[in-house]
C-alpha cells in the first residue's frame, strides 16, 4: 500500500542494468552498467516532480522504465488505478500494459518513437528496442519523416479507442495543436520541414493529445526559445490544473525544472541522493552534490557574478561505481566514512530525502 | 582582430507545397578571429538555416537569394565564396570540417549508428590531422576525455545509441573539435548537458579559442550561456536580425521590443510563484509574414500608421549597437 491516497505511480528499488561490452586486448569482457540502482520515490495526482542530474547519471532510463519501454532489472512500479487499484507495471504482462499504455505517455524532446513503441507488443518491442535508443532527446529522428504532423499527432489518439469518427479526431488535434503554438496551416506539412523547436511542439502536442494521467517530458522544453518555453511551461501547468495529468519533469535547465515541478529529484550515477520540495531543495539543499549543481547555474545578469564549484575529479565511471558513497571521489567535504559506508536514503525533515552521512552538518542555504 | 566570415544579405527560400516561403531574409553578420558571435531568437526565426547555409548543406528545395554574399577567410588566407562551392567538390569537403566544423542541434546527424564513435573520432582525425591510425586513437581518447567523458578508453569503443543524450552530445563536440577547425558553428551544443558539464563544456571552448584563435558562432536559447560565452550578440525574428550588439550590452539595455519580451520570459528562481510571461501575441503563419515591420503583429509598443507599413531600417544610437525599430528613429519619434 502506498502512503498516501493520491499517490499516482510508486517506483521502489528500480534498477536497470546494462551489459556492455569491453575490448581488452585480445578478449572481449562483459560487465554491467548499473544505469539506475534502487531508486524509490512516488508521484502523487496531480504533481510535477522534476528529476535532474549530470548527464549520463540515468534520468532518461528512469523514465523509460517507469513506463516499461525498457524491462527493468529489478523493482517495482506501482501504477495506482481509482477503481481498479494498483498494478505493477515492472511486473505487468503485455496484454495487462496495452490496457494502461493510454494513460501513460512520454514527451521525449526525443518523444514520438517512445510513445509509438508502447502500442507494440513485446517481440516488435525488443527488435525495436536498438532504434529507439537512437532517438534520444532528439526530437529530428523520432517523428517518422514519411507521416504529416497531423497523422503523428493523431496516432495516440486513434490508438487509444477512443475516438472513432475521422472529425472527432481532427478536432481533437486541432485543438491540442494550437494550445502547443503550432501552426495550423502546418498539419499537413512532414516534419522535415520543422525547425527544432517546432518539433519538440509537435512532440508534446502528440504526448497530450489522449489526455493521459501521466506523462514523462524528457527534455520537452529544452530546444524552444524562452518564449515559447514559458508559453509551453504555463500550457503544461494549466492542462494539469484542468485534468489532472501528473508529469515526470527531465531537464537540465534548473530554473525551468523550478518553475514546473513540486517536488525535485536529484540523481547521481544511477542513485538519487536528493528528494525535496522545489523551495526546500533550491534553497536550502542538502547534499553537496546539489548545492554544487545550483552553483553552475548561469545567469542571464551579465552582472551578477559566476563561479560555479568545479568539481575536482573524474566523473564516475558507472561500470566501476564508486563504492560508499558514489559521490566521494568528487565531493569537497567527504571523509573517510564515504568511501567505505554507503549512506542511508532518508528523510531528514517531513518530504526531504538526503543520502549523505552528514547531510545534517551542511547548511547551503542560498538567498 | 582580423574578420574571417562575412556574411551579406542571406536570403533563404523554400519551394513548399504551400507556396515559396522565404524564412530568412536580408541576415547580414561577421565573425572575427578568436571572438564569438551569440545568435539567440525565436525557434523557427532561421538560426539553423542561416549557419547551414555556410557550408552548403541545406535540402535541394532551397535557394538563397541573388544579393547573398557568404564570404570565408581560410587559414591560408585565401577569400573563398562559400556560395559558389559546388556540391562535392574537393574544396567544399577541405572546407567542411577542417576550416568550418559544426555541432549540429540534432545530435544524430553527424554520427552514423552502424559505427563505434571512436571509429568516426578517427577517420576525421586522420583526415584532417595527418595522423596515423593508432595515434588518431589516442588522440580521440584525449579528446572525449577533455569533454568530461568518464572511462574514455571504453567508451571509444561504444556505438552511439549507447551514449546518454548528453554524452552524445559531447562525443559531438569531441568529434567536432578533433578536425581542428578554425570557425566553429555550434548549434545548441550544450542543451543536452547538465549545468556543472556545460561550464566544464564553455571552459573548453574558451581554452580553445584563447589557443588557438578559433572564431565561433554560437546558437542557443539560453541567455544565461549567452551571457558567459559571446562577445556579441545578434537577436533574431522571423528570419531577420533585430537587434545586435556586444552581447552584455544588448542584455542590460535591450532596445527591441522583441529582445526585451525574450528577456522578461526568462524563468527566474526569484518569482517561482509567478506565472511566465511569454511575448504576447502568435506566431505569424510562415506563408503569410507580416508586412512593415515583421515584429508588430505581436509588439505592444507599435506606431499605428507606421509600422505595419513600412519595414524599419536599421539604426544605431549606442556605438556598436544597431537595432531595426521605429521607435529608434527620428520619423518614430515624431509620429509616435
Ligand atoms: N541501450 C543502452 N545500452 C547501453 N547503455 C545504455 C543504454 N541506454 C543508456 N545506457 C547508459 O546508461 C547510463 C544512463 O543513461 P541515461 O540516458 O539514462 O542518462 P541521462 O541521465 O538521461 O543523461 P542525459 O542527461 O545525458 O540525457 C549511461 O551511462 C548510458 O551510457
Ligand atoms: N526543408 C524545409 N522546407 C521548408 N521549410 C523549412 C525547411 N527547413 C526549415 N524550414 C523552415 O525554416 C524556418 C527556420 O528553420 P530553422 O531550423 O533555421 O530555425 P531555428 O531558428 O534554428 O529554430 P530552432 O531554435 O527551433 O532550432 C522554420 O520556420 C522552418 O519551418
Ligand atoms: S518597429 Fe514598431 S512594431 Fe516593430 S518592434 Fe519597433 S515598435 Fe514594435
Ligand atoms: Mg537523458
Ligand atoms: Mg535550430
Not at chain 1, 8 to 24: A, G, M, Q
Not at chain 2, 213 to 241: E, K, N, S
Not at chain 2, 275 to 284: A, C, F, N, Q, S
Amino acid at each position: 500500500m502506498s502512503k498516501h491516497k493520491d499517490t499516482l505511480i510508486e517506483v521502489r528499488d528500480l534498477s536497470v542494468h546494462f551489459p556492455i561490452k569491453t575490448r581488452k586486448l585480445f578478449k572481449t569482457e562483459v560487465q554491467m552498467l548499473r544505469a539506475v540502482d534502487g531508486v524509490s520515490f512516488d508521484i502523487k495526482r496531480g504533481e510535477t516532480v522534476g528529476l535532474v542530474g549530470e548527464s549520463g547519471s540515468g534520468k532518461t532510463t528512469v523514465g523509460r522504465a517507469i513506463l516499461r519501454a525498457i524491462d527493468p532489472t529489478d523493482g517495482e512500479v506501482i501504477f495506482h488505478r481509482k477503481k481498479k487499484g494498483g498494478i505493477d507495471l515492472a511486473h505487468a504482462s503485455e496484454a495487462e500494459l496495452r490496457k494502461v499504455r493510454s494513460k501513460l505517455n512520454m514527451a521525449f524532446g526525443e518523444s514520438g518513437g517512445g510513445i509509438k513503441v508502447h502500442n507494440l507488443a513485446d517481440d516488435l518491442l525488443r527488435a525495436f528496442r536498438p532504434e529507439m535508443s537512437l532517438v534520444f532527446q532528439d526530437p529530428y529522428s523520432s517523428l517518422n519523416p514519411r507521416m504529416t504532423v497531423r497523422d503523428i499527432i493523431a496516432e495516440p489518439l486513434i490508438a487509444s479507442g477512443k475516438y472513432k469518427n475521422r472529425e472527432k479526431v481532427d478536432a481533437r488535434v486541432r485543438e491540442i495543436a494550437a494550445r502547443c503554438k503550432l501552426n495550423l496551416e502546418h498539419l499537413r506539412r512532414f516534419p522535415h520541414a520543422f525547425s527544432g523547436g517546432q518539433r519538440q511542439r509537435i512532440c508534446i502536442a502528440r504526448a497530450l493529445v489522449s489526455k493521459p494521467k501521466f506523462v514523462v517530458c524528457d527534455e520537452s522544453v529544452s530546444a524552444l526559445d524562452v518564449s515559447i518555453q514559458a508559453e509551453i511551461v504555463n500550457l503544461l501547468k494549466d492542462l494539469q490544473e484542468e485534468t489532472g495529468v501528473s508529469f515526470l519533469f527531465i531537464a537540465h535547465d534548473l530554473s525551468v525544472v523550478a518553475q514546473m515541478s513540486h517536488r525535485v529529484a536529484v540523481l547521481y550515477v544511477g542513485k538519487l541522493v536528493e528528494y525535496a520540495p522545489t523551495e526546500k531543495l533550491f534553497f536550502a539543499p542538502k547534499h553537496p552534490y546539489t548545492h554544487a549543481l545550483l552553483s553552475a547555474i548561469p545567469s542571464a545578469d551579465p552582472d551578477a557574478g559566476f563561479d560555479p564549484i568545479r568539481l575536482q575529479g573524474e566523473i564516475p565511471n558507472p561500470l566501476a561505481a564508486p563504492s560508499g558513497c558514489r559521490f566521494h571521489t568528487r565531493c569537497p567535504f567527504a571523509r573517510d566514512r564515504c568511501s567505505a559506508e554507503q549512506p542511508e536514503w532518508r528523510e531528514i525533515e517531513p518530504d526531504h530525502f538526503v543520502a549523505c552521512h552528514y547531510a545534517k552538518e551542511f547548511n547551503f542555504s542560498r538567498s | 582582430m582580423s574578420k574571417m566570415l562575412s556574411v551579406e544579405n542571406l536570403s533563404i527560400s523554400f519551394r513548399t507545397d504551400e507556396g515559396v516561403i522565404t524564412p530568412v531574409k536580408g541576415v547580414s553578420f561577421t565573425v572575427e578571429k578568436g571572438r564569438t558571435l551569440g545568435l539567440v531568437g525565436e525557434s523557427g526565426s532561421g538560426k539553423s538555416i542561416s549557419t547551414k547555409a555556410l557550408m552548403q548543406l541545406l535540402p535541394g528545395t532551397a535557394r538563397l537569394g541573388a544579393a547573398s554574399r557568404m564570404i570565408y577567410t581560410a587559414k591560408d588566407g585565401q577569400q573563398i565564396s562559400l556560395g559558389n562551392l559546388r556540391h562535392g567538390s574537393k574544396e567544399l569537403r577541405r572546407i567542411r570540417g577542417g576550416e568550418i566544423g559544426m555541432i549540429f542541434q540534432e545530435p544524430m546527424a553527424s554520427f552514423s549508428p552502424v559505427y563505434t564513435i571512436g571509429n568516426q573520432m578517427m577517420e576525421a582525425i586522420m583526415l584532417h590531422r595527418g595522423l596515423k591510425k593508432r595515434e588518431a586513437r589516442q588522440f580521440a581518447i584525449g579528446m572525449l576525455n577533455k569533454v568530461g567523458i568518464s572511462n574514455a578508453a571504453a567508451r571509444v569503443d561504444q556505438y552511439p545509441h549507447e551514449l546518454s543524450g548528453g554524452m552524445r552530445q559531447r562525443a559531438m563536440i569531441a568529434l567536432t573539435l578533433s578536425a581542428g577547425p578554425a570557425l566553429l558553428i555550434a548549434d545548441e551544443p550544450t542543451t543536452a548537458l547538465d549545468v556543472t558539464i556545460q561550464a566544464q563544456v564553455l571552459d573548453l571552448m574558451r581554452d580553445l579559442q584563447r589557443e588557438l584563435g578559433m572564431g565561433m558562432i554560437f546558437i542557443t536559447h539560453d541567455l544565461g550561456v549567452i551571457a558567459q560565452i559571446a562577445d556579441d550578440v545578434a537577436v533574431m525574428y522571423l528570419g531577420t536580425i533585430v537587434e545586435r550588439g556586444p552581447a552584455k550590452e544588448v542584455i542590460r539595455n535591450p532596445q527591441h521590443p522583441y529582445t526585451q519580451g525574450l528577456l522578461d520570459a526568462i524563468p527566474s528562481l526569484d518569482h517561482l510563484h509567478d506565472r511566465l510571461k511569454p511575448v504576447p501575441g502568435d506566431i505569424p503563419s510562415p506563408t503569410a509574414r507580416p508586412g512593415g515591420c515583421p515584429f508588430h503583429t505581436r509588439c505592444t509598443q507599435a506606431i499605428a500608421g507606421t509600422c505595419e507599413v513600412h519595414e524599419p531600417p536599421e539604426t544605431s544610437a549606442i556605438p556598436g549597437c544597431a537595432v531595426r525599430c521605429w521607435l529608434h528613429t527620428s520619423q518614430g519619434r515624431s509620429a509616435a
